[in-house]
């Protein structure tokens, strides 16, 4: 199976989550997204959602100077983002569930 697909529909519920415990900036949310499991997550995928969660309200930025670089922006779950990612949890959640049945009806299961 392809996992780029799945990727795609839930990379936003990934995002919000790695910032549920820690603010971070691209490269790092990158890296514990990957160090999580997600290892095909794409740099570009990441930091345009990143901009599309912040359009949508969900995220607050700062900018954090650096001494050995640019300043980076950091990313923050703000109030509508937490309620987001409870949303969207509950509903993988449900999801997860009927897949697993459906495979575990079949024989399938792990």
Request: hydrophobic share 40%.
């Amino acid at each position: 199976m392809d996992t780029t697909q799945l990727l795609k529909g839930v990379l936003d519920l990934a995002v919000l989550a790695v910032l549920k415990e820690e603010d971070g900036y691209g490269y790092d949310i990158l890296r514990r997204l990957r160090e999580a499991g997600l290892e095909e997550v794409g740099d570009a995928s990441v930091y345009g959602t990143l901009r599309r969660l912040f359009a949508a309200g969900l995220l607050t930025t700062y900018v954090v100077p650096s001494e050995s670089g640019p300043h980076r922006k950091y990313y923050a779950l703000n109030a509508a983002g937490r309620d987001q990612l409870a949303r969207s949890g509950k509903v993988w959640r449900s999801f997860a569930t009927t897949m697993d049945a459906l495979l575990d009806d079949r024989g399938m299961a792990a």
